[in-house]
């Protein structure tokens, strides 16, 4: 199964067992990350807090667009609610995803990759302090 073998390659590249568990909600937006993060986390053996997993290509919920500060509100409603220590959101094919800290603050990354799948730009936003890397 293709999904397992992804699974299995991000978190062996991830160094999974040196992080400690974290409480995290998790934003999909409908898309292609409801796809592959239940068998992700299945793995894990962990359970984040759900939000918009069910695929669905209208995007019923919101926009799935984690740059848009509109659509991370009920990510971050769910954080501060439920004590998360962090709320991740995915857009719709999951090449984005921005993050909500444990205040609800949004932490937007973007990462951009060449035809060979070498990084070559980042953005982190926290605030209203972005944070731009070109690495070519």
């Not at 984040?48 to 984690?66: Q, T």
């Not at 060979?116 to 926290?126: G, Q, S, W």
Request: glycine content about 8%; proline content about 4%.
């Amino acid at each position: 199964d293709i999904i397992d073998k992804y699974c299995d390659a991000i978190l062996n590249a991830a160094n999974i067992n040196s992080v400690k568990p974290l409480k995290i909600a998790i934003d999909c937006g409908n898309g292609m990350s409801g796809y592959y993060l239940p068998k992700m986390f299945e793995k894990l053996g962990s359970a984040p807090i759900k939000l918009y997993w069910r695929l669905d290509g209208s995007f019923p919920n919101h926009e799935a667009n984690p740059l848009k500060e509109e659509t991370l509100l009920k990510l971050r409603e769910t954080v501060v609610d439920n004590d998360c220590d962090l709320g991740i959101a995915y857009d719709g094919d999951s090449d984005r995803v921005g993050f909500v800290d444990e205040k609800g603050a949004s932490l937007i990354f973007h990462a951009a990759y060449n035809q060979d799948m070498e990084l070559v730009d980042m953005l982190l936003c926290a605030g209203a302090k972005p944070a731009y890397v070109r690495l070519s």
